[in-house]
């Protein structure tokens, strides 16, 4: 594994994630990121490090691709360079974790090695509660820890007959549902995945609608399902992000990603890591 080089770097933001989780817990958080037309991004009560990393992309005008919070309030993103094609960047705050992402950092960033530094096409990273992972790139590589026998299957099964994974996404019981790039939906055989969406999601199979996007909300068992262009369905997310996709809706906008960050009781006692 990756040794981080510059001990201190990362002691700052750990700290501040800390007080910021501390100040509100017993508070319910509901925090969102929307990524839509490649370069516009907003977002409301994501954690401060990636607060501050997404001020800094929307100055910029990148194309972020895929935003990914934990349940314990470690991020990962990744977003085009600009400087060439084909190349990406990655940035975390796995420091920031109260469990142990240096494999997952390392798969990315390791020197000569890290799928970032060999300019692969990272599409999603998919965190469980417990903050295992599936990382998917390229068009028919995965890599992951610790997940479902029946997802691994499921993966290898798709990418033997080169069959593209559009998204996975795992629900607050761990449950997981995954998009393949021929429309089709595979679940897990435990429970954990509410009922409306699995419904939902094969009445827009039965319409012929693209479904593109599938996301959980760990407060009161939401979810949100974004199809076609830049039409959305949900259930209990938060009021100020289905005010925006209404009015997304009715434009020319096109919907990249959705991110829903919701802790209905924040933990106080992490890892606070500075090397």
């Not at 998009?179 to 954990?192: F, H, M, Q, R, W």
């Amino acid at each position: 594994m990756g040794k981080i080089k510059q001990k201190y770097k990362y002691v700052l933001i750990p700290l501040l994630c800390f007080f910021f989780c501390l100040d509100m817990r017993g508070q319910e958080m509901e925090a969102w990121v929307l990524v839509y037309d490649d370069t516009k991004v907003e977002w409301d009560a994501v954690p401060p490090s990636l607060d501050t990393k997404l001020h800094k992309l929307k100055a910029r005008r990148v194309n972020i691709h895929d935003v990914s919070i934990g349940s314990d309030a470690s991020w990962i993103l990744t977003y085009h360079s600009g400087q060439l094609e084909g190349m990406h960047s990655f940035n975390s705050s796995y420091e920031e974790s109260s469990v142990d992402l240096e494999d997952l950092w390392d798969l990315l960033e390791e020197e000569d090695k890290g799928l970032n530094r060999k300019g692969h096409y990272v599409q999603d990273i998919a965190f469980t509660p417990e903050m295992d992972w599936v990382l998917i790139y390229d068009d028919y590589h995965a890599l992951w820890k610790n997940i479902n026998v029946d997802l691994q299957a499921t993966i290898m099964q798709l990418y033997k007959k080169k069959e593209k994974i559009r998204d996975l996404a795992f629900s607050q019981e761990g449950a997981w549902v995954l998009v393949s790039g021929t429309n089709k939906i595979y679940t897990s055989k435990d429970p954990g995945l509410p009922k409306k969406l699995i419904k939902t999601l094969g009445e827009l199979q039965e319409k012929n609608h693209q479904i593109n996007h599938i996301e959980f909300h760990h407060i009161n068992e939401g979810w949100l399902v974004v199809y076609d262009k830049n039409l959305t369905m949900w259930e209990n997310i938060p009021d100020s992000l289905g005010q925006r996709l209404k009015e997304l809706s009715n434009s020319s906008h096109t919907i990249q990603e959705i991110t829903l960050w919701g802790l209905p009781d924040l933990p106080i006692d992490g890892k606070i890591r500075s090397d």
